[in-house]
């Protein structure tokens, strides 16, 4: 797995440029993305959970749970195939620290990443 964020390529096809730094830019769309690459051609089940020191000020998305909890900020399931990103915006007053976010494909979890969020 591979986090960063997508910037402009070719003919308005974006890139990932993996960092461990992610500005909070609500301007940005997205903010940050993580992609997923697995390691065959079958189709797959994905769902992430982000853990955060505090709560956003705003929520929004395809979180499951939208309230905060020692357990992290899970996603819904989502189904699909092939190289896939998965982005998430930042909004005004989201907070500032280090986001830790595990990647679990089919279940089980595939990958740990962690995020420095600066103003």
């Known amino acids: ?6 910037e ?3 003919a308005g096809v974006d890139r990932l440029r993996e960092t461990q730094t ?3 830019d609500p301007d940005r769309r997205p903010g940050w993305c993580f992609l997923v690459d697995p390691p065959n051609d079958e189709p797959y089940e994905v769902y992430s959970v982000h853990h ?4 956003p000020g705003n929520l929004s998305g395809d979180f499951e749970h939208q ?3 020692t357990s992290g900020l899970k996603t819904a399931t989502s189904r699909g195939d092939g190289i896939r ?3 998430f915006d930042s909004h005004k007053g989201d907070p500032v620290c280090e986001y830790r976010v595990e990647v ?3 279940g089980t979890q595939q990958a740990e990443r ?3 969020v600066v103003p």
């Open 1 to 6: 797995m591979k986090a960063g964020v997508m």
């Open 8 to 10: 402009p390529a070719n």
């Open 22 to 24: 992610v500005e909070v």
């Open 52 to 55: 955060l020191p505090e709560a």
């Open 67 to 69: 309230q905060h909890s």
């Open 85 to 87: 990103p998965f982005c």
């Open 104 to 106: 679990f494909i089919n």
């Open 114 to 116: 962690r995020l420095q």
